[in-house]
């Protein structure tokens, strides 16, 4: 059975509530119920954090090399910002997949470059929800090739 | 029945013969088998088109929208030069998937702007031949939310 | 009697069908009625061409010196990415005039960058389909004074 | 009948005497004659004004929406360094059709800028004093769109 | 005996009536000529090829890599502009060799960048006829020690 | 008692009527009105003064020195272009306030860099025409500290 | 009774030992006691925070919106580097007011940029305590219009 | 006997006054006296005017033509910005020579770059009240030369 | 005796487990351990802190000045994107030297720009944990100059 | 018979010794031992310089001009930074040929710009030893041609 | 009686042979000669040196403070290349002047950026010979003022 | 015993009589007197070279490979402008030390750039004359591990 880590970034608990006409009107809660039963679907656990320090991210990335066998994280604000998050998905064997719930290539232009993505195995992004789903896809599938 | 358009851009004819480091093994032929089989599965109908030309790109995206509900494409070089796909991407209703075989932020400065994703309903890049069947799934998805 | 080539770039063919907040909602037949009708009126006989090709907009272009007192040309979305066209017009003496349907300075940063108007006679941009119709009046009074 | 205010920017009184090899050698008057001339033709009315001074610019186009029903301006050197100018176009409804005597474009790299583009109606440059006649038939056309 | 594939680019097919101040004055049919006579002086054998089209460039490449030893391209505007000729060149294992007419480092600011001379073997510019002809010759050295 | 000179640059004398989803419907003499109640209230006399000329603006700051106990400046257009005005903050002991209607930050880019933020006392943007009350605030305090 | 939130960023707990040339030799303390003092004046409560930490100042202003009818933020050195804090302002439908201290356009070229800025209603910066007060008196008054 | 028109741009009439550290003590009638007497020595005579305003130096220099040998100028803070002055020095053939109190390049960024230099004879600048007599010199004797 | 303290920054926990090529196969303990004899051999106390935190470094800091004669510090990732640690630093009176195990200007464009640099008091990069002992020596030698 | 002067520029002394896997295992004897032998083959004499100066280097092309009818030249690290054997080169009329042995443009960034170039009458790269061999074959074919 | 120390930089013993539509027909003796009168007439005595070794006029440089009252230099293409020259002058107490033979804000973009300007007295270009006989009436009037 | 080189690049001759505020009163002798004294006490020798000439550098370190164990460079104003020494330093196996006295980074911004920092084993800059002697330390160890 493949272990998965989900780890939301800063402001993501407030989804459902803030910029709907960007983020969508489904709440964390419900995504993560919808990534729960596409995982199951694949035979596949899923573990879910969200934290809104960067310093937690970074941490949490440490240790799920020996807990999981892939991680889904969509870094939000931390994707343009943090080399600190960078260097912690370089520093872990385990496959990484970048998701964001909009398309950041049609946003401005500070959300077009993603510190994360050059180290991440592959990254989702632009279809809402489904980016996360296609990520837990992703991840099992990148799971069994590692 | 969801029908879905797939465009190889230029050199994808040459998959599985050259630069294998970086883009896998597998021949073109094959990926199509592949994802002919996961379309079926999620009971869709897909078609297959691959073509050097820019300007035959822009037009089979340009008769596209009555054909078809979903248009899946990797775009290949003309990813980082073609204003012409792009707007042709534009002016199409039919959502359009762009895909990648590798991880296009981990290679060269000029590979990783893509005039495509901005006007692209989502993008799947990295994961090999995945990226086309995550793609696929993003396409049925997509097509029913339109 | 003035001999004037009339080249519409790539998926100038779907005018009137998208994006018409941009593009207004003439289609190509129409607006090339009225071209034909502003050339009469000015003595002049006029020829049209509309490719998606960067490759076929360059072999006009150089025949066209041969036939025709003058061009008039909107290049779209290879106004922005074509050496070779620009390379095509530096070729021929016939005076080369660029015209655009929309404001191109009002859009996209990199929509606001010509390759072609250095090397253009003159621009004009802005006026939707009466940008072809001054380019045809312009075109007419260059001829006279090649 | 239509009513348009001509504005040249600065420099302009000095046409025909300085740097005919740009400009070319008709001076102001002769042009002004022309324009009046095309006018007529085309049952319109105008009134000419040339100014050195930025804000005398500013304010003949904030006082000209009350009286004329477009404006032809050759913004010249402020073409490239006036948030003034801009900001007063921006500030009417009146259409705003900018002209230029030579093609900017083939110009220094600062001259290929233009700040008054993107507010404008369109943009006629690079053709002499028939810019400034193309002008005219775009500002009636316009004026009559508005 | 080496098999030499000589691809000229677009618009090198006006070459000697066009801007031949830049260019010089012999045509393409000329040049062919020296090239053959040079190739046979050195025991290779020659094959050309003029297309004015990006896809076609692309093709000619793929299919090059079974039938030649190497390859010597003038790719002209497409220098600047072809991500998808560059794509191919590193695609095949035959050497290809650059040339240029003109001294593009001596020309306007954006012709001073090739995206193909990265991935070329070598590049040889600003001798006139003379760049091809000593094309040839390093192309029947670098193909006998491929 | 503190003397407050109100400086109100290029463009201002068209508030209320221009754009006025960005500058709001209050027209300048009701902010001067509201302005001069704020400066009653706190024991200080205000004089207005609105120009579209760069060199009236230079002089009245230059003027200013002797007569005024603080300037209050919404340099408008000029902000962003005038090294002048900016020489003529500089050349004056007078503290001077920068204020703006709109929040500059959040507009097109070149109106998100100011030439007379570095050089006077504070700048207070984005809150309409309490940016100016906040600003005769301001006044009266730096003064009292100078 | 209108209820603020002020949020105090990194290091302005060391205010008044620090760097006093650029700073001030007020501490915190005395600052808070200020503003209470003017935002009693002004019939309003307001409560304090100070945090080094992004993370923390994220969750401040999530939770903020049910609490607080403004917010007055000096981000401090997050000013220039957190997406995340933006991202949360922009999250939340309660005005904020962001001041500084010093006068940031007076300063290193990286503290020219506030990322902040852009989604703030508004900007107070460079007059020391008083930037606080004014953004308390800005804050009482957008929190009625909102 | 050659005949100078010595032009003094904005906030110089400030002189002596404002920002001693950098301008010198020196007001700018000692200034034009101290250039008299040198011009007198050199048997030449000289005209002064301060403008604050960039139209009024446009149209001095407009007009100096016929009625000077040569222009000594010092654009002050028009320097950095004044395409409309750079175009007027360039429609005078009369020799004009630019000249700074302070060392410009020892300065801003902004300052670092004169628009005017590239059309002017020669630059002198960073010799105080002495760059305007070297001015005169170089006046005197390029005048001679014209 | 000279008391220092040892910053460690962001995933530096993983030393010696992550990426060993670039970082050495020291883990963290074994570097303190050695840092704390070079240390004793100087007379001198050590103090170690590893944090992912931002804002932990920032307090570290800043309640450093009174406890510790130096501060050794490798910011790690935070080196790049810190500006709150940055500030932290100019705000303690005590000497801080930065040190890096590798050589950042050896490595990614993004790694070789410091925000620490400039405002500590010296730097010690590129040679492994010998990078710790060097920055040892020199908080010795800065203490006594203090 | 054509005089040619080959100067190699700085550390091609150690060449055959250092980076070998860059510049190959041939030292500058052999090199030079082979142009030798295809200058003869060409009825060519040839005289060589090697220094790690710049001011020589400047010396030696300034002295050629008399002496020599072609100069080959490898100005290895010089070709990026020296503006002075550039002005050297555009002093003399003899035509001078820029080599070098391995392909600068598929190196770092600052090795992809030559400051040599521009002023050069061609250039040749990538071929190793090859390199020069072309050269040498450039230089009688040019020196035939002044 | 003040002493001169005059230095040509590279390239500058070629004067009068070279490029001489950029820098006249007078051969570097003239010039020296006509400097030599000059400072006569200025009661000056002047010494010449030409070298074009950076290192050596770095070494000029560092001894002249004993000698020379003042230092007049033309760096020549070591202007935008040299910071090692630019050191030597911000070494000594010296007045140095610049001067140049062109305007070089009126050539190419690498030419109008001098690395000695910020760190010289002054700077004066574009006159010719009578650059440098300006530069010894700088000198003289400079180092009496030192 | 380790044979270590020290070289001190162009001006440091002049050091301890120059800009004193920045490089400190201690003249080169003493300086060498103190490395000589560590280097003793390290059981290493050391010999010392000082030159103003880039090429006596370059060669220096080519020549340094056969005698010298390690070599402790500061290169000065080289650090910023000299391919040639970094070619040097890439071409010899023997480990480089960079050293700087001043801190590099908190200078003028092109001072904060070293062409030879990536080609260094490692870099010490800041600590003044202790610069050096940081610089034997890791000279002695990375000469023992070579």
Redesign the interface.
Known sequence: MVKILVIH???L??LG???TDIYGKTDLQTINGKISKRAESLKASVEFHQ??????I??MI?KAAKKFDAIVINP???T?????I???V???DTPVIEVHLS?I??REE???K??I???????????GT??YL?GI??AV??AGKK
Do not use: W
């Not at 934290?51 to 937690?56: A, K, R, T």
């Not at 343009?80 to 600190?84: E, G, I, K, L, Q």
């Not at 993505?117 to 279809?127: D, N, Y």
């Open positions: 970034g800063p402001n608990n407030l509530k803030r910029e934290s809104n320090h960067e310093g937690d970074v941490e440490g939000a604000a931390y343009h910002t943090s080399v600190a960078r260097d912690a370089s520093a872990v398309n290539y049609a500070f959300r077009q993603s510190l993505s050059p180290v991440a195995k592959g990254t989702i992004c632009g279809f489904d980016s296609l896809e992703a599938s990148m």
